[in-house]
């Protein structure tokens, strides 16, 4: 798929303010600093358009992407961020939950885990519940430039073997590098394939 454009709409506090769901929407969510929105950027090939930062906790609002006047990339806060307070996690966890379950055009979302990482207990909890809301979504291993193929390999596979306790049916996964922009051209494709149906 080719990006002709890419425009950064609005961010929202709340689901009931994001743009009319006109378009198919994809959304990215998981850990703060996993890699959210340097991946948005990657994907739609503008360094500056999804803020980004070495500190997580960066992304707050539910921030909406218009890209090539045909469909919406989500930008969503991280969760798993030590420096919240309990009463701020509730308020994300609502404010997710309300999205995810409500925006009638989302059609999937990408939930982003760090490669270099065995299985983490919040990323297992958090594809658990969107499989029990019904929620299409597929995986994404990022920053795999950091760590060898082969603990790469690994990792995705202890996570996939993990979610089969579970689940009959195992997501799509990506694997991803912002650096070498490893994964970009399979995502796209992916969308495009969406968006088609
Ligand atoms: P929050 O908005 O805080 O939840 O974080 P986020 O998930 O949006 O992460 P962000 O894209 O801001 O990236 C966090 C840090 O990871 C930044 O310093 C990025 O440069 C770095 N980073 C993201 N992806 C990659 C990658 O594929 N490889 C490497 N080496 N660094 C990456
Ligand atoms: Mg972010």
């Not at 796209?188 to 394939?193: M, P, Q, V």
């Amino acid at each position: 798929m080719v990006i002709k454009t890419a425009e950064y709409l609005i961010s929202s506090p709340d689901w009931e303010q994001c743009p009319t769901p006109v378009w198919p929407e994809y959304a990215f969510i998981g850990r703060s600093n996993v890699g959210k929105s340097s991946l948005i950027n990657i994907l739609a090939n503008n360094e500056r358009l999804a803020k980004t930062s070495g500190t997580p906790g960066k992304t707050q609002l539910i921030n909406h992407f218009a890209i090539n006047n045909a469909w919406y990339l989500v930008d969503l806060p991280g969760y798993g961020f030590a420096k919240r307070s309990l009463s701020q996690r509730r308020q994300w966890e609502q404010m997710i939950e309300n999205y995810l379950r409500k925006r009638t055009n989302l059609v999937s979302v990408f939930v982003l885990i760090d490669s270099r990482h065995e299985p983490q207990k919040i990323d297992l909890e958090f594809v658990n519940q969107l499989g029990g809301w019904n929620i299409p979504f597929s995986l994404v291993f990022t920053k795999a430039d950091k760590s060898t193929q082969a603990i790469v390999s690994k990792n995705v596979k202890t996570f996939l073997n993990k979610m089969r306790e579970t689940w009959q049916f195992l997501p799509p996964n990506f694997v991803t590098s912002t650096v070498k922009k490893t994964g970009r051209d399979a995502i796209l494709n992916y969308i495009d394939e969406m968006n088609a149906q």
